[in-house]
């Protein structure tokens, strides 16, 4: 039967598999309070990667997961991201945070500048054993690129963990957007700091310089557009950002998030813009959980994974906790505050898998830590909501406080 089978049958059994699981495990467990559905997914495809399920089926897991299947899922997977990128560029507000620029400053960077240092410190520690640094990875590019791992929180979920707690649209929610949104034009600044190649910087520096100047143009030409038509050419552009920024040396990703970051949320409906993005989680993005999961690998060493990923965990979410605190201290904010915002500040899941994805694509780092990354950024987007839904029971007039 197995012979019989073409790329597409084997392709489409794949993609039963991706969907049903997941669903069944979120539904049947009722997983909700603590894994969403997106970071079951996520758990799904490493049980289902080479180091679960290839481990006890081989045969099975290499059938199925074929070259030719993988390359399939993973054009499907960067698509996906792509657009999920752009947008998260889309949603910056920048006017907000230049209207609250000192609070919104300062927080933003103890937020991300603690959670860096303490990462680095563990990328020090995990230095002092062979296994962890790629093939093509120098030791500033690996320090740097653990440090903001940890430091990393992802938006998108961050959203969807508020809207689930009815936070997102209260003053509280809209001060903690402000400060990731900070954040995440410094994660993909030192994305392009990391991958900077000094033999094609020429390129590179091209590659920005053009940018700017096609920005100029597009936003002029969109300005023009009907709304219909923006839609359009919204993805037009994006395939040119993601193409000219991976042929420059930076990743289609820089590309893809600098292609939503030009544009204006208020060119866009926003219910539909919130159906969009819901849309590609649901429909394919869990494509890109699955392809995740198949890059993780416990060849270091059995437990060593886990020990790092331990290590890289209390890096991570002492190092939020710790910023936020010297944030609310020198702020003045009330007691219990800066727990509610730091917990969820620390939430990563996308964003941050997507950031390790690269560093593992340029070799960067290797299987081993890119598994251990990915543990630690599960473990911590599980901790999210039962650490923050009883503090906020507990102080509800936090809610409705505006900064």
Not at 60 to 85: D, E, H, K
Not at 99 to 107: A, D, H, K, P, V
Not at 316 to 339: D, R
Request: hydrophobic share 60%.
């Amino acid at each position: 039967m197995h012979a019989a089978m073409s790329t597409t049958e084997i392709f489409l059994l794949a993609m039963l598999i991706i969907f049903t699981i997941p669903y069944l495990i979120w539904r049947v467990g009722k997983t909700e309070y603590f894994a969403p559905l997106v970071v079951v997914q996520i758990i799904t495809g490493i049980l289902l990667g080479p180091g679960i399920l290839g481990a006890i089926f081989p045969t099975y897991y290499q059938f199925v997961f074929n070259p030719n299947v993988i390359q399939l899922l993973t054009g499907i997977a960067s698509w996906a991201v792509m657009i999920f990128v752009m947008i998260a560029g889309v949603e910056l507000d920048l006017s907000k945070a230049w209207e609250y620029r000192r609070e919104g400053s300062l927080t933003a960077a103890l937020a991300l500048g603690t959670p860096l240092l303490f990462g680095c410190a563990a990328a020090a520690v995990m230095l002092t054993y062979d296994g962890w640094v790629g093939p093509k990875g120098m030791t500033w590019q690996f320090i740097l690129g653990i440090g903001m791992a940890c430091a990393v929180t992802a938006l998108p979920i961050l959203i969807l963990f508020m809207e689930k707690l009815d936070i997102l649209r209260q003053p509280i929610g809209q001060r903690i957007l402000r400060y990731a949104s900070l954040d995440d034009i410094a994660i993909w600044g030192v994305l392009a700091l990391i991958l900077l190649d000094w033999t094609r910087v020429g390129r590179q520096v091209g590659f920005l310089l053009a940018f700017i100047v096609a920005a100029y143009v597009f936003r002029k030409i969109m300005i023009r557009l009907q709304e219909r038509d923006r839609w359009y050419v919204m993805f037009i552009w994006l395939a040119a950002c993601g193409f000219a920024a991976d042929w420059a040396g930076l990743h289609f990703m820089v590309g893809a998030f600098l292609s939503g970051a030009v544009m204006d949320a208020k060119w866009f409906n926003q219910e539909k813009m919130d159906l969009l993005r819901n849309h590609v989680l649901l429909g394919i993005m869990p494509v890109f959980f699955l392809s995740t999961g198949l890059k993780t690998n416990w060849a270091v060493g059995g437990w060593a994974v886990f020990i790092a990923a331990g290590l890289l965990l209390v890096a991570s979410v002492s190092g939020k906790l710790v910023g936020t605190q010297l944030a609310g201290k020198i702020l003045q904010w009330e007691k219990g505050e800066a727990s509610i915002i730091g917990w969820l500040l620390q939430t990563k899941a996308l964003i941050m898998i997507i950031f390790v994805n690269i560093l593992l694509d340029k070799n960067i780092i290797t299987n081993e830590t890119f598994t251990a990354l990915l543990l630690m950024a599960v473990a911590s987007t599980m901790l999210t909501v039962p650490m923050v839904a009883p503090k906020l029971q507990r102080m509800q007039a936090l809610i409705s406080k505006a900064k």
